[in-house]
């Protein structure tokens, strides 16, 4: 059963995000893996400017696995990380035509097995291409689940999930994943938080630490 604790923050980050969703552009699971790539440690506004690009070139795993490497490099030169992430999204696309014929697959477990993808990206992959519940643990969820007490300092990311999946309601898991990370993204801040206009001061360790009464 969901507690109230848990209750109110979910009514409160359906209030602050009705609309949250996932933010990197994509049509099929094939490009939204690959988004998810080429999103680490970088914003999906900077992603979306290149996959447009790079989808026209490379439509499905096999184009990108047969692709030559130094021009998908090209594609995505913007990108910090770009040799990596493009060795890391052909490797990918190699995986999945190797192992399931040109197929994005649907299982958490055939998901991992790819080169490159790990259980967050899965999880997305999951719950926004096949509706299968899921809650991807990226930084933002990471972060929130620790300072509103859904999770403890110094859990584990998979800790991190399994303690946000024990809290929250199956049905709610898609949902408060895309919330949280808008509330990550734009009021709950890794610095400088807006706690000035969060309604959840009162369940925060962070500002229970660092600015109750400052
Ligand atoms: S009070 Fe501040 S740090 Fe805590 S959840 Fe709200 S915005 Fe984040």
């Not at 991190?160 to 009021?187: D, N, S, V």
Request: net charge positive.
């Amino acid at each position: 059963m969901t507690s109230k604790r848990t209750q109110r923050i979910l009514d409160g980050l359906e209030e602050l995000f009705p609309d949250a969703k996932c933010e990197l552009n994509h049509r099929n699971a094939y490009e939204l893996a690959a988004a998810v790539l080429l999103s680490a440690q970088t914003t999906d506004v900077s992603v979306n400017k290149v996959t447009p690009a790079l989808f026209e070139k490379y439509p499905d795993p096999a184009s990108l696995a047969a692709g030559d490497i130094h021009e998908i490099e090209q594609c995505i030169a913007r990108l910090g990380l770009y040799r990596n992430k493009a060795k890391s999204i052909q490797g990918m696309a190699k995986g999945m035509c190797e192992n399931f014929g040109g197929q994005v697959p649907q299982t958490m477990e055939e998901l991992v097995s790819l080169p490159g993808i790990g259980r967050k990206c899965a999880n997305v992959i999951l719950a926004e291409c096949y509706g299968v519940p899921s809650l991807a643990v990226d930084t933002h969820v990471y972060r929130i689940a620790g300072r509103l007490r859904l999770a403890d300092e110094g859990d584990s990311v998979l800790e991190t999930e399994k303690k946000l999946c024990r809290r929250i309601p199956k049905e709610r898991w898609i949902r408060t994943h895309h919330q949280m990370i808008f509330f990550g993204r734009y009021l709950c801040h890794a610095r400088n938080p807006e706690c000035g206009r969060c309604p959840f001061t009162d369940l925060c360790r962070y500002y229970k630490e660092n600015k109750n009464g400052k």
